[in-house]
């Protein structure tokens, strides 16, 4: 079975899946904004992790910095089963607290005063859930390189950095100045995190000790920890905002297939610094970093497992030849440090932020690198994968993501609104120009939308609707009788209105169609009518 077939499968399950999906108490606790959470603002993580491979146990602290916005004395803290919080403490006091499904609603000794910046201490420790799938369902992974050395990674996506760490795990909220993690592990394998390595320290009990420090914001899902018998080799980018370091953690024996495959990387940054603005996390560089999984967008520390080989583990998603071009790994999970970890969906329900653009990023690096032919036959080529059974967007405040549609039928939006614009100039102007506006940023759906439509002048409240609201594909039907072309809209939402570029007797003619026929005014009869298969719209007639 192709390994592209095999990904639309996983996609119609997840899809299903969501569609049946009901929801609990469990489910609002990870996704809504509770009262135990809205009162304090998230600043800064410091970690400490000891990792027992053997065993497969982890056991550690939090300290999370936060500053509180209103007064309250009640603090929710996230940690899932089978992990187990085992102390909280602040100021010197233990504290009590109870715990709901995977949330901990913690009493702390003094009604907390508004504008002030405070600490709590949580300690943790158990073996966390093993992920079957990674990175889809998340979890640890525990495996051993072919020299049997150990190969450990977590992912998680979908499950929640609480999987593991005691967190405020919701996307809206992250620590404003990053975050440092010290890892301790059996001094046969490296640590490798999120940001810079500021450290390694030789422990009595035969451990080392990896400290490595995040500058900037970060979201939870994005916090990671990799352990193997890692080398490692470093480049320099000359970049927008100057030299950009990057560190290539691989296997020992795959070093000289890294070394040839990672020289994608350098031309990855110089196409999204052209397409999106500079690199946004110049201060804790850039870092690629070998992982038993197929790969993820962990924030300056992107895992890699797509077996040194272009395309999506050796297949060309869009059938075209045009997804051999590019290691699909390198370059999608590269281009979410722009779209998932400088700018953050608000609410999961918004994933489509992270993913659309992201797998746009695809067709841009084909753009860039080899023509605009070239971008243009990929989107066309995968974008037939689409499913359709549930909307992009999916439900707000139980933690739920909307339809795996969101990496294709998401990307044909924008490429459909590319074509609206008709000006390639102004579109890398308005990729920048989101980028710059909610650079290190939580977004909405409904913010970015506006953003777009007041940036552009152009009214896309029906677009977006159709696109992330709706299943429906926009179908533009016609018939010529006797030389008169009329054309309508069908299968579209009541304020659906985009104009479409077409070709009549071999002439660009820019039509606006509504829901009622409209005639075609001519004087010379029709005899020929195309659409631009560049937009997300079937031709009909």
């Known amino acids: 079975m192709k390994k592209c077939i095999v990904l639309s499968i996983i996609l119609t399950i997840f899809t299903t899946a969501l569609s049946a999906q009901k929801f609990e108490r469990k489910d609002s606790l990870q996704g809504t904004i509770t009262k135990e959470r809205a009162w304090w603002n998230l600043v800064h993580y410091d970690i400490e992790v000891n990792i027992d491979i053997n065993s497969k146990f982890i056991s550690g602290k939090n300290t999370i910095q936060y500053e509180v916005l209103e007064s309250d004395s009640i603090i929710q803290i996230d940690l899932q089963s089978p992990m187990k919080l085992t102390l909280a403490r602040q100021n010197g006091s233990f504290l009590t607290y109870k715990r709901e499904y995977g949330a901990y609603f913690i009493k702390l000794p003094d009604v907390q005063e508004k504008g002030s910046t405070q600490e709590i201490t949580i300690a943790f420790e158990g073996n966390p859930v093993e992920s079957m799938n990674p990175p889809w369902d998340g979890g640890f992974v525990w495996k051993k390189d072919k020299n049997q050395n150990p190969f450990i990674a977590n992912a998680n996506q979908s499950i929640g950095v609480s999987a593991w760490l005691p967190s405020k795990d919701i996307p809206y909220d992250e620590p404003d100045l990053g975050m440092d993690i010290r890892i301790s592990s059996p001094e046969n394998v490296i640590s490798v995190s999120n940001g810079r390595l500021l450290e390694t320290t030789k422990n009595p009990d035969g451990t080392k000790t990896f400290y490595w420090k995040v500058e900037n914001p970060i979201n939870g899902y994005s916090i990671n920890m990799n352990l193997a018998d890692y080398v490692h080799f470093n480049d320099v980018f000359e970049g927008e905002k100057g030299p950009l370091d990057l560190d290539f953690y691989v296997l020992s024996y795959n070093l000289e297939k890294a070394k040839k495959q990672f020289k994608q990387v350098p031309k990855m940054l110089e196409a999204f610094e ?14 690629l970093v070998e992982v038993p999984y197929l790969g993820m967008e962990h924030q300056s520390s992107v895992t890699y497992g797509n077996n040194y080989e272009n395309g999506y583990l050796g297949s060309d998603l869009s059938d075209t030849g045009e997804g051999l071009k590019f290691d699909f790994i390198i370059i999608h999970e590269s281009g979410h440090e722009w779209f998932a970890n400088s700018i953050t969906n608000y609410d999961i329900a918004d994933m489509w932020i992270h993913e659309s653009f992201t797998t746009y ?41 909307g339809s795996g549609d969101m990496y294709i039928k998401g990307a044909a939006m924008i490429h459909t609104l590319r074509q609206i614009m008709d000006d390639d100039e102004k579109f890398r102007e308005l990729l920048r120009a989101i980028n710059k506006e909610y650079y290190h940023q939580t977004v909405s759906s409904a913010t970015l939308e506006k953003f777009i439509m007041d940036y552009t ?19 533009l039907q016609f018939k010529i009788n006797n030389g008169v072309l009329k054309y309508r809209f069908r299968n579209t939402v009541d304020n659906f209105q985009i104009p479409l570029k077409t070709t009549i ?13 409209q005639t075609y005014a001519s004087e010379a009869k029709v005899s020929q009518f195309n659409l631009d298969d560049n937009f997300y719209v079937y031709l009909r007639n």
């Open 361 to 401: 990023s695809e067709v841009l690096y084909l753009d860039y690198h080899f023509g605009k032919a070239s971008g243009n036959s990929y989107l066309k080529g995968f974008r037939e994968r689409a499913i359709n059974l549930s909307p992009i967007i999916g439900i707000y405040g139980v933690n739920k993501r």
């Open 505 to 517: 007797n071999d002439e660009v003619v820019w039509l606006k169609p509504t829901k009622k026929w």
């Open 457 to 475: 002048n152009l009214e896309l409240s029906g677009f977006f609707d159709q696109y992330l609201r709706n299943i429906k594909i926009p179908v």
């Open 274 to 287: 052209h397409w999106f603005g500079p690199y946004p996390f110049y201060n804790d560089g850039y870092k």
